[in-house]
């Protein structure tokens, strides 16, 4: 595990710094998940190949309008590490034409639409599209002021799922107030909440197990972050494997990333250092490809909690840029 620990890292600087070279100027909450887009599907990032897909981006209205902010990075990358980024491009604008009749349009339905290109066919999503709606409408009858677009994404996650309904968000209503028994975040809890639902098990045990490895980082002189980071926390506890082992993997690759550089005292702090960490442990466990196949609950949890770092760092990333301006 140590070798792959290390390739896994090494790949991630590297892909990060290729995609710095091909997209200038963009948040550093950004290039990370980007980069992590490359690791996911083991593929090494591109300049010329991002470059074009930048263009693919641009090039069109409408719907591109909403990827033209901080999420075109994440989505260039999305579109690059695809065979055919032309084809996707399109396939994704197919997709977004079929949400935007269930959702308001965002960018976060931009990535909504990226995630049913890479997981479903267009016949297929009409179906996902209604369902994650009727799961959103669901939400946010529970969390009234809570819930807003952002969970757009989490519902399409959900909607994957081979649990009907009523069972997924009674679990993810069982986890939400477990979960706020030690984390006062509300927006972090609710996202944690809809990625353990999409997974077997009592919430008791699920939400007891993600509790247990906060407290191994803890106990091993590591602070894992109670914001935007739980996600990837909730990722890496629904993974079959053993708890310390999972968290000892993260420790390793937290170790090898704090000696590279976008990781020192005047950038990127130590929590989110952690949670890239994880990011990583997840991909070496669970691994993620774009082919139109059914996957595991355990692996759609883990692509979500993916997909919530990503959310996050565009968050995080619009509230920066706002600060300066």
Same mark, same amino acid.
């Given at each position: 595990?140590?070798?792959?620990?290390?390739?896994?890292?090494?790949?991630?600087?590297?892909?990060?710094?290729?995609?710095?070279?091909?997209?200038?100027?963009?948040?550093?909450?950004?290039?990370?998940?980007?980069?992590?887009?490359?690791?996911?599907?083991?593929?090494?990032?591109?300049?010329?190949?991002?470059?074009?897909?930048?263009?693919?981006?641009?090039?069109?209205?409408?719907?591109?309008?909403?990827?033209?902010?901080?999420? $075109?990075?994440?989505?260039?990358?999305?579109?690059?590490?695809?065979?055919?980024?032309?084809?996707?491009?399109?396939?994704?604008?197919?997709?977004?034409?079929?949400?935007?009749?269930?959702?308001?349009?965002?960018?976060?339905?931009?990535?909504?639409?990226?995630?049913?290109?890479?997981?479903?066919? #267009?016949?297929?999503?009409?179906?996902?599209?209604?369902?994650?709606?009727?799961?959103?409408?669901?939400?946010?009858?529970?969390?009234?002021?809570?819930?807003?677009?952002?969970?757009?994404?989490?519902? &399409?996650?959900?909607?994957?799922?081979?649990?009907?309904?009523?069972?997924?968000?009674?679990?993810?209503?069982?986890?939400?107030?477990?979960?706020?028994?030690?984390?006062?975040?509300?927006?972090? #809890?609710?996202?944690?909440?809809?990625?353990?639902?999409?997974?077997?098990?009592?919430?008791?045990?699920?939400?007891?197990?993600?509790?247990?490895?906060?407290?191994?980082?803890?106990?091993?002189?590591?602070?894992?972050?109670?914001?935007?980071?739980?996600?990837?926390?909730?990722?890496? +506890? #629904?993974?079959?494997?053993?708890?310390?082992?999972?968290?000892?993997? #993260?420790?390793?690759?937290?170790?090898?990333?704090?000696?590279?550089?976008?990781? &020192?005292?005047?950038?990127?702090?130590?929590?989110?250092?952690?949670?890239?960490?994880?990011?990583?442990?997840?991909?070496?466990?669970?691994? +993620?490809?774009?082919?139109?196949?059914?996957?595991?609950?355990?692996?759609?949890?883990?692509?979500?909690?993916?997909?919530?770092?990503? $959310?996050?760092?565009?968050?995080?990333?619009?509230?920066?840029?706002?600060?300066?301006?």
């Amino acid at each position: 595990m140590k070798e792959n620990t290390r390739k896994i890292t090494m790949d991630f600087i590297e892909n990060r710094d290729i995609i710095k070279k091909a997209i200038k100027l963009e948040s550093s909450y950004i290039y990370p998940v980007a980069a992590n887009i490359f690791c996911a599907a083991g593929v090494k990032a591109d300049v010329d190949k991002l470059t074009r897909c930048k263009k693919i981006i641009k090039k069109n209205a409408g719907f591109a309008s909403y990827l033209k902010g901080v999420v $075109m990075t994440p989505f260039a990358a999305k579109l690059c590490v695809a065979a055919d980024p032309e084809a996707q491009f399109e396939k994704a604008m197919d997709m977004y034409g079929i949400l935007k009749n269930h959702f308001r349009r965002s960018e976060y339905l931009a990535l909504l639409a990226t995630l049913l290109a890479e997981k479903t066919t #267009v016949d297929e999503a009409e179906r996902i599209a209604a369902r994650g709606r009727a799961l959103y409408d669901m939400m946010k009858k529970e969390h009234p002021i809570l819930t807003s677009s952002e969970d757009n994404v989490m519902a &399409g996650f959900m909607a994957f799922s081979e649990k009907s309904d009523a069972q997924l968000i009674d679990d993810a209503e069982k986890c939400y107030d477990l979960l706020r028994k030690k984390f006062s975040d509300k927006n972090a #809890v609710q996202t944690v909440s809809h990625i353990l639902a999409m997974t077997e098990g009592a919430p008791e045990i699920k939400v007891g197990r993600l509790f247990g490895m906060f407290d191994m980082f803890t106990a091993a002189g590591r602070k894992y972050g109670k914001h935007y980071e739980l996600p990837m926390l909730a990722a890496i +506890s #629904v993974i079959e494997a053993d708890e310390k082992e999972l968290v000892d993997t #993260v420790i390793e690759i937290d170790e090898m990333l704090s000696g590279q550089k976008g990781y &020192g005292a005047l950038s990127l702090d130590k929590k989110t250092r952690l949670m890239h960490a994880a990011m990583l442990a997840a991909d070496l466990y669970e691994g +993620s490809d774009n082919a139109q196949a059914a996957v595991s609950a355990s692996a759609l949890a883990v692509i979500a909690a993916q997909e919530a770092a990503m $959310m996050a760092a565009i968050v995080a990333a619009s509230v920066a840029a706002n600060s300066t301006n």
